[in-house]
Every structure is written in C-alpha cells, then in structure tokens.
C-alpha cells in the first residue's frame, strides 16, 4: 500500500515536471519571438501612410497621369521603396478613372483608357504580392504558437486598403478647401473627412495589431495569389479566341 502511494506520487511528480517543461518551452518561444518583434518596425501604418501621402503630393505637382515616375526610395530600402510605387499606381488609377468618367470622352479614348485602368489593375495585384513577399520573408524565423490563427487577409492588403483611404483623404480635405464650393458642400465634405480619418485610426491600429500578432506568432501569414482570368489569354475565352 506504502509503495502504490509512493508511485502514485512519482507519476504526479513526473507529470508535473513535463508541465513545468512545457510551459518553459513555450514561454522560450514568446521570449524568442517577442525580441525578433523588438526588432522589428514600430508604428509600421504610420510610416507607411507618410510615404503614401509624399507619393501623392509629388503627382499633384504635374497633376498628368503621363507624368514620368521617379521613386525618391532606392530599391535596396526595399519596403519603402514598394510602398512608394504602390501608391503611386493607386494615385495614377484615380485620376484614370476620373477621366473615363467624362460624358464627353472620345469613345476611342476610352477604350485606350480602359485598357490602361486594367493594366494598372494588374500591377496593383503584383505590387500587393511583391509586398506580402516581402513580409513573409521578414516573419520567416517566427515560429507560431500553437494555437496561432490566420487573419481574414495578408497585411500587404490592408497596405492596398490604406494606401486608397489616404487618396480619399487627400481629395476630400481639397473639397473641404474648395473656395468656389458652398458653405454646404464643404461642411458634408468635412462631416465626411472626418469618417475618413476615423476609418484611417481604425485601419493603422488594426494593421499594426496584425504585424505585431504575426511577429510575436499570435497569427501566422499564409498568402494567395490572385488567380486573375481577364487577362490570361488561355482563361479568358474571348483573349483564348482571338490567338
């Protein structure tokens, strides 16, 4: 009976001492991932959304969407480098889409217009990936927690939801400021500039939340690509005819 009590207390020892083991594993893991986040960018949608506005005060120098494109970030400051030229697709594909949008456009000219508007469509959706690309290789030695969960989208595309969100920004604080507009016009655009700048709070606070899940493995990325058909000329059966 003396030895059964002695047993049973060295298994309850033994299990013990394996969950002592696994809360040390896993607290190395939160130790290891939260330096690898020390390290990592703070304030991320902040820096971005500075560089989304730089690249739209530079197009509104010339105001052309023919204007050449020069990114002030070189290629080796790799993130902000594709943030700039993201930006700057989602600024040229507003003012395109303004133009197609004139009663009097010339049909010819639209159909060109159209053309271009799918072509920036496609270099959005590259530009997205090259992004979250670029983040899946940052987060690469993270390593999930166990009960680790996916977010409803990558963070490059929340990027693609901020970069649009300070175009709007921009364009409703120019109504805002518009001196041929009534008093009216410009206090329902102001109304609406400050749902935008909510929505802005909102939007950083979420993305930086999502890096910040990721690089302490509360999240993990898995990404997809957009399996686009328009514009393959083997899915799309109008392109796959006309070979």
């Not at 910040?212 to 997809?224: E, N, P």
Request: glycine share 0%; net charge positive.
């Amino acid at each position: 009976m003396k030895d059964n009590k002695v047993i049973i207390k060295m298994k309850c020892f033994i299990e013990k001492l394996k969950f002592v083991a696994k809360l040390r594993k896993r607290f190395d893991l939160l130790k290891k991932n939260f330096i690898f986040a020390k390290k990592l960018m703070t304030m991320f949608s902040e820096k971005a959304f500075k560089i989304f506005e730089e690249s739209i005060a530079q197009y509104h120098i010339a105001d052309d969407v023919y204007q050449p494109f020069v990114n002030p970030y070189p290629s080796t400051d790799l993130l902000n480098h594709l943030l700039y030229r993201k930006n700057w697709i989602d600024t040229v594909q507003w003012h395109y889409e303004d133009i197609i949008r004139d009663p009097h456009i010339d049909p010819v000219a639209a159909l060109d217009l159209k053309r271009k508007i799918d072509a920036s469509n496609q270099d959005r959706t590259d530009m997205v990936e090259y992004i979250d690309s670029y983040f899946l290789d940052l987060y690469k030695e993270v390593k999930p927690l166990p009960e680790a969960t996916i977010n409803t989208e990558s963070p490059a595309w929340a990027v693609d939801r901020l970069s649009i969100l300070a175009l709007k920004i921009y364009h409703m604080q120019e109504e805002v400021n518009r001196p041929d507009a009534t008093p009216e016009h410009r206090a329902k655009c102001q109304e609406k500039l400050n749902v935008l700048l909510e929505q802005k709070k909102d939007l950083s606070t979420a993305l930086n939340q999502l890096l910040d899940d990721i690089a302490a493995g509360r999240k993990y990325m898995k990404v997809y690509k957009q399996m686009k058909m328009y514009n393959d000329d083997e899915l799309n059966p109008v392109l796959r005819g006309s070979k």
